[in-house]
């Protein structure tokens, strides 16, 4: 009720600049007061008509009526960054996987094409961030006020994990691998000194499971930025 209010009127002021603004129609009911009040839409890189949540750095929902079918397309898929420079990635040439660590029997560097050369699998999955959802809870907290949209469902394509560390002759008393990915100081800049660098990590259980892949497709495409 306060929030058809608030649009009623304010609407004018509020919505003349942005002819492109659907006002109410992303606006999940429960969210708390004060969360939101307009939807904005916008088309970051790679992408097309998703709310626009923050610029810095770059977070973006996909809209509920973007789940129309199996597999989120692409270009509607959510955006979640920590840091504000997106790293620019060298050519695909340039670019090389490494591997290290204490249980890293033998340090491995894999290029793109070593990738290819691994035989590939299909995993249907929902991509999810940890904070889909935060928005709606009750007490409030802190970070990116996503609603529904921080999740989609792709086919992903890759080599399996497990091919890859096979590389690196993974000793087997190993047990964790942690991922780090190009989102990283110099090239991306964290909003706060307090931010982390992200590593993500798995028991080697789940890195070694026949349905763990380093994915280099998504949805029939190369991986978008
Ligand atoms: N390199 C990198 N890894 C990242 C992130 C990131 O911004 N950069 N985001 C994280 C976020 S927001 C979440 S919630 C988890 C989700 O992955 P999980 O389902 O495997 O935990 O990935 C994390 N991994
Ligand atoms: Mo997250």
Redo the contacts with the bound molecule.
Sequence with gaps: MRRRAVIAGAGAAVLAPFPALAAVSGLPPGLPEGTREVVRYADPPEKRRLIRLADRPPNYATPVEAYTQETTPNERFFV???TDAVPQPPSLEDWALTIGGDAAAQPARLRWRDLLDLPPIDVLAVR????SRRGLVEPHVPGVQWTDGAMGCATWSGPRLSDVLKAARVRPEAVEIWL??A?VAPAAIPPLAATPP?R?SLPIDKAMDDNTIVAIAMNNAPLPL
């Design positions: 979640r960054y920590h999810q961030c940890a904070g780090g990915g989102d992200f993500k």
